[in-house]
């Protein structure tokens, strides 16, 4: 595709668009765009404002990646640290209850078994009350390691937090889930 620029070196990506080439900021859109996405839904709970807050994210990396820092750490983490703030910054605005909504998740074998559609609903939703009973510190944890696949080093600079801080919390996190799902026989 483009052959003078790496393929999809998210690192080398970051740099190049931080000397202003819009292809390669145009690949860590397509690269980063359903992590983020993927974040910030499963903290409002509601696919608009997961759309529009994700392109809220991408417009304020685009002004800002002139001032990125590689600080030996993942883009991707930049990007969350972004995400992570506009959604508290959304909050901060709404200030009202967010919805109990699982994501609409439709596949071929739901449409050939649609049990298997109602158990995979139910199983979500189970998971999302299960999450709501945590900590806001924790809820974040448990998404972003399990959810979105990053280590606890990243976690730990998306945060702003030691990685034996973030640890611990997952560990208290996973034990209230393991009880919820004990106490309703998930």
Same mark, same amino acid.
């Given at each position: ?16 668009? &931080? ?12 690269? !980063?765009?359903?992590?983020?996405? #993927? ?30 820092? =590689?600080?030996?750490? +993942? ?7 972004? @995400? #992570? ?9 709404? &200030? ?6 699982? *994501? /609409?998740?439709?596949? @071929?074998?739901?449409?050939?078994? *649609? +049990?298997?559609?109602?158990? +995979? ?18 809820? =974040? ?21 030691? /990685? ?7 560990? #208290?996190?996973?034990?209230?889930? &393991?009880? !919820?799902?004990? =106490? !309703?026989?998930?």
């Amino acid at each position: 595709m483009y052959s003078d620029k790496p393929e999809k070196d998210p690192k080398q990506l970051m740099q190049l668009a &931080k000397n202003g080439d819009t292809e390669a900021f145009g690949q860590l859109y397509e690269l !980063y765009f359903k992590p983020v996405y #993927r974040y910030i839904y499963l903290r409002t709970k509601s696919k608009e404002e997961a759309e529009d807050l994700s392109q809220v994210v991408f417009i304020k990396i685009f002004k800002s990646i002139g001032g990125f820092q =590689e600080q030996n750490k +993942q883009p991707l983490a930049y990007f969350f640290t972004i @995400a #992570r703030n506009t959604v508290i910054d959304h909050w901060r605005k709404k &200030k009202d209850i967010l919805t109990d909504k699982p *994501p /609409e998740t439709l596949s @071929a074998e739901s449409f050939e078994n *649609p +049990q298997h559609l109602i158990d +995979q609903k139910s199983t979500a939703q189970a998971v999302y009350q299960a999450i709501e009973n945590l900590t806001e510190e924790q809820q =974040e944890v448990i998404i972003l390691k399990f959810i979105n696949d990053l280590s606890t080093t990243e976690i730990a600079k998306i945060l702003d937090k030691k /990685e034996d801080a973030v640890r611990q919390t997952q560990c #208290r996190a996973l034990k209230i889930l &393991k009880q !919820y799902f004990k =106490e !309703y026989g998930i």
